[in-house]
């Protein structure tokens, strides 16, 4: 049963602390997309890629979150410094498409807290 | 700007009732893309659909069906004789043909399905 993993589940740090959250595709899916939950801004897109390479990160605060494919089986994200307004639930998803948005598989999210 | 709004915050229904979450978008584009997307209360998110602007031709699966109208900007969504698993947080989405940074999700609508 193929799924999307996502790394750690939940992760409570302090301000100023970096973050790394890690996503690990469904096997051969070659698209993968970042999101942001708050109550305040609700869902949000962050930064999608496809083959490793980012598409469009323009959702994404530049100046402390970065978003990496290292190679096809691990996405990561990470957020320096972090800040209490970073605090969401981030999901990452994985689709298996040669062009735009098709069918998206969610891994369970990295509940963030930061203090 | 491109907007989604999803006017029901929440819908009750009793089971087996048929029920429709509206969805209403504004975009300049000619081309876009059409999502949703369901949350249930374990907090995971599952994707539903995607429908691009040139295929208007409304879609079935299931118990669910979607009525897209690009008339009055609307993409509705109807589960036919609902039950209690339905009961979730349903968002509608639209993005432009390429980028994510217009990437917009609605508010979203709480279903409650009662037994």
């Known amino acids: 049963d193929a799924r999307v993993t996502q790394t750690p589940r939940d992760k409570v740090t302090e301000m100023g602390q970096e973050v790394t959250m890690r996503c690990q595709p469904i096997l051969g899916h070659n698209t993968v997309f970042w999101y942001r939950q708050t109550m305040m801004q609700g869902l949000e897109l962050l930064a999608y890629f496809r083959n490793r390479a980012p598409l469009d990160d323009s959702g994404m605060p530049k100046d402390r979150f970065s978003a990496e494919m290292p190679d096809a089986t691990l996405a990561t994200l990470k957020i320096q410094p972090s800040e209490p307004r970073d605090s969401a639930v981030y999901f990452c998803a994985s689709g298996l498409r040669g062009g735009t948005y098709n069918e998206q598989f969610f891994g369970p999210g990295t509940r963030l807290t930061v203090l | 700007a491109q907007k989604v709004t999803q006017a029901q915050t929440e819908i009750s229904v009793v089971e087996k009732e048929d029920v429709t979450l509206d969805c209403v978008y504004e975009t300049r584009d000619t081309t876009y893309y059409l999502f949703w997307y369901k949350q249930p209360p374990s907090g995971e998110l599952v994707f539903l659909i995607r429908r691009n602007s040139f295929d208007e031709q409304n879609e079935i699966s299931g118990r669910y069906s979607w009525n897209f109208q690009k008339s009055t900007s609307s993409f509705n969504f109807t589960i036919t004789a609902s039950q209690v698993v339905d009961s979730a947080v349903y968002f509608c989405?639209?993005?432009?043909?390429?980028?994510?940074?217009?990437?917009?999700f609605g508010p979203g609508t709480r279903l409650s399905v009662l037994p």
């Open positions: 989405a639209l993005s432009e043909t390429w980028g994510g940074q217009n990437f917009v």
